[in-house]
């Protein structure tokens, strides 16, 4: 089944965001450049959340790598790759979903959210993540090989102050904690598992422990935030977006939707169970963002999908639609 057909609206479309770690220096900067959707949705952004993020995005690599700042960042960059998309392909999805960060992106691109709300919001809850603990501290380690026997990792883990942050695929886990924690989790998985399995672990290039306990100061103040300023545009388009704390699709409902995007900073990820949900009802996938780290989380499950990460592949998608 082609990607064109799936536009045609012949069948359902999925499009997916990655969130925090797909941030890169000059991201979004061949669209913002090119497309006046793009400079527009920076400079939207920008005034939204008293930051250059066009400067931020293509000039300011260090200041990237600090969540408070990547998040806007991310989340901008993808919109304005969106809207370009749309525009210039003709994508119109029927689901959305996203990863962490990118579950606000997905709620942007279906029509719940408004784009300026939404950038106010990640950029609190950013610099409430990285005071939630101090930089340097905690981390995120990916644990990856295989079909993982999720219980035999468990119980290597027992004992060890760290959480299953995210559940992205049957071959990939993230776990978050301390880092002295996680340093032995890392001994102690490739001492059980470094055999046969070959489990490999890879510390995430991330400023603080997410998902999980360490995030608990976050998550009230995260809600009052998200009660206070979030601009709901439609509370039934919702029910198209996947939500990461349940790992199904979100309710037509404000104060649960809410609710559960302040409990997302605090839970693991269900990311395994997000695709599920978008494989069951879409014919085919789009990733958007400024790099494609779920294309591979997809493809561990059998399902296809097409990375848009710049204009070459805008190109390639707009080649596909009928003329």
């Given at each position: 089944m082609s990607l064109q057909t799936d536009i045609l609206g012949?069948?359902?479309?999925?499009?997916?965001?990655?969130?925090?770690?797909?941030?890169?220096?000059?991201?979004?900067?061949?669209?913002?450049?090119?497309?006046?959707?793009?400079?527009?949705?920076?400079?939207?952004?920008?005034?939204?959340?008293?930051?250059?993020?066009?400067?931020?995005?293509?000039?300011?690599?260090?200041?990237?790598?600090?969540?408070?700042?990547?998040?806007?960042?991310?989340?901008?960059?993808e919109i304005a790759m969106f809207r370009v998309v749309q525009k210039e392909a003709g994508l119109r999805p029927d689901y959305f979903g996203g990863h962490s960060l990118g579950e606000y992106t997905a709620l942007v691109a279906a029509g719940v959210l408004g784009f300026s709300s939404a950038v106010r919001i990640v950029r609190q809850r950013g610099r409430l993540m990285q005071e939630a603990v101090p930089e340097g501290r905690g981390g995120m380690v990916a644990v990856v090989g295989g079909r993982l026997d999720r219980h035999a990792v468990f119980r290597a883990l027992d004992g060890l102050e760290v959480a299953v942050s995210n559940d992205n695929s049957p071959s990939q886990i993230v776990l978050s904690g301390l880092r002295p924690s996680l340093e032995e989790a890392r001994r102690r998985i490739a001492t059980i598992f470094g055999g046969r399995e070959a489990l490999r672990t890879v510390w995430l290039d991330v400023s603080a422990p997410f998902h999980c306990e360490l995030m608990r100061p976050v998550e009230l103040p995260l809600q009052e935030i998200l009660e206070r300023e979030a601009k709901v545009e439609s509370l039934a388009a919702a029910e198209h977006v996947t939500s990461n704390y349940t790992g199904t699709w979100h309710q037509g409902d404000r104060s649960l939707l809410m609710r559960n995007l302040a409990r997302q900073a605090v839970a693991t990820v269900r990311w395994r169970d997000n695709m599920d949900a978008l494989a069951s009802v879409c014919g085919r996938i789009v990733e958007i963002g400024p790099s494609a780290p779920l294309r591979g989380l997809f493809e561990n499950i059998g399902v296809p999908v097409r990375s848009i990460t710049g204009l070459r592949a805008l190109e390639r998608l707009k080649e596909e639609r009928p003329h």
């Open positions: 012949q069948t359902a479309c999925g499009v997916v965001f990655p969130g925090q770690g797909a941030q890169r220096p000059g991201m979004a900067r061949d669209f913002y450049e090119a497309f006046s959707e793009a400079r527009l949705a920076f400079e939207e952004a920008s005034e939204a959340c008293s930051l250059d993020l066009a400067r931020l995005c293509f000039e300011e690599s260090e200041r990237l790598g600090l969540t408070e700042y990547a998040q806007p960042a991310i989340l901008t960059a």
